[in-house]
């Protein structure tokens, strides 16, 4: 059993940076396929962020350039948030998954991964 759980969110001005942290207990061992999603009320959530099993890193355009994902440890996930916009401001949560077969889809195109932490809320004020 994996669990995974972000600390981290909180408020700040826009041009400011935050750290979310995403802790992962159970099987550590694994690389797993770690994405950060966010999600705004009323709109559709948002794959961020990707770290494949060999490390490669992708982001999506709306993050690009100032948002950076990292493993530092086998049991942490880091996203560092830098030039935050009022429009970051969302419900951010980390996901991971196994690699099941050469068929799956690329890790930064899955979205139904198996395992989420519960999320946390970054505001992000103008």
């Known amino acids: 059993q994996v669990k995974l759980a972000e600390s981290g969110g909180g408020s700040v001005q826009a041009g400011g940076s935050l750290t979310l942290s995403c802790a992962i207990s159970?099987?550590?061992?694994?690389?797993?396929?770690m994405r950060w999603f966010r999600q705004v009320p009323g709109q559709e959530r948002e794959g961020i962020t990707t770290?494949?099993?060999?490390?490669?890193t992708t982001y999506a355009d709306s993050v690009k350039g100032r948002f950076t994902t990292s493993k530092p440890y086998t049991n942490q996930l880091i996203l560092q948030m830098d030039d935050l916009r009022p429009e970051d401001t969302a419900w951010y949560t980390c996901?991971?998954?196994?690699?099941?077969?050469?068929?799956?889809?690329?890790?930064?195109?899955?979205?139904?991964?198996?395992?989420w932490g519960q999320g946390t809320q970054v505001t992000v004020s103008s």
């Open positions: 996901a991971a998954d196994w690699y099941y077969s050469d068929d799956d889809k690329p890790c930064s195109r899955r979205t139904d991964l198996a395992y």
């Open positions: 770290i494949d099993r060999d490390g490669t």
């Open positions: 159970g099987n550590t061992a694994y690389n797993y396929c």
